[in-house]
């Protein structure tokens, strides 16, 4: 198994350009997060979703549309990208009510936005 | 409201002596706590959790962690410290009311000096 793999790795925008990160998973796990890293801040939640077609902001969604129109799958789009979103990007997914909950993570996505 | 606080963003310690990692948490109800690692570059990887039962947790790589629910605290500690220990930890708590929100720490960073 892959586990959870995104792409890409790297990218650089300039300023009010626009890119989609995907995320697939192969553990058909429900539920699947973006997150945000930034240096000192830990991890901050962007968009969720807990199923296939369902999608919910998180604590930090503006600038950011997701969507989830396979299980396995999960997109996050960035429409007009601006400096602030700078960041690495985690994509991770987890199971149903009732397992164990914890999180498995892909590599990251670093990007720059100049 | 949950929240978790990891107290130190550095922590340093010489090979083979034992190693603590603090982590004090806040959440409604009966907590689930994790701890996941990041080494360099890396997404973030599952070390150990508390959903219920004993206090003393064992994990991966030789790693444990007490839970405290009087101090509300979930410390991450391994008896004798390793250089490939040095990595970035994460705390991370949930609370088993519903709902599937994960609040992640700041970090703690953990050098191990040879």
């Known amino acids: 198994n892959a586990g959870v793999t995104q792409t890409p790795k790297f990218r650089v925008l300039k300023t009010g350009q626009s890119m989609t990160l995907l995320c697939a998973q192969d553990?058909?796990?429900?539920?699947m997060y973006w997150y945000r890293q930034d240096p000192g801040m830990g991890l901050r939640l962007i968009h969720y979703?807990?199923?296939?077609?369902?999608?919910a902001k998180g604590e930090v969604p503006d600038g950011y549309n997701v969507s989830r129109l396979k299980k396995q799958n999960f997109l996050l789009g960035l429409e007009s990208a601006a400096p602030s979103q700078t960041s690495v990007y985690f994509c991770?997914?987890?199971?149903?009510?009732?397992?164990?909950?914890?999180?498995?993570f892909g590599p990251g996505t670093r990007l720059t936005v100049t | 409201a949950q929240s978790v606080a990891q107290p130190e963003d550095q922590v340093n310690v010489a090979e083979g002596n034992p190693l603590t990692v603090k982590c004090t948490y806040s959440?409604?109800?009966?907590?689930?706590l994790f701890w996941y690692v990041q080494y360099p570059n890396r997404g973030l990887q599952f070390l150990l959790k508390?959903?219920?039962?004993?206090?003393l947790v064992k994990g991966s790589y030789g790693f444990e962690a007490e839970f405290n629910k009087s101090q509300t605290s979930f410390h991450l500690k391994k008896p004798s410290a390793l250089v490939s220990d040095s990595a970035l930890y994460f705390c991370?708590?949930?609370?088993?009311?519903?709902?599937?929100?994960?609040?992640f720490g700041a970090g703690t960073r953990l050098f191990v000096k040879a």
């Open positions: 991770a997914s987890s199971g149903l009510a009732g397992s164990s909950y914890e999180q498995y």
């Open positions: 553990m058909n796990h429900e539920y």
């Open positions: 979703s807990v199923g296939e077609g369902t999608t």
């Open positions: 959440v409604s109800g009966n907590p689930y």
């Open positions: 508390y959903i219920t039962g004993d206090n």
């Open positions: 991370a708590v949930r609370a088993n009311t519903g709902g599937f929100k994960t609040i």
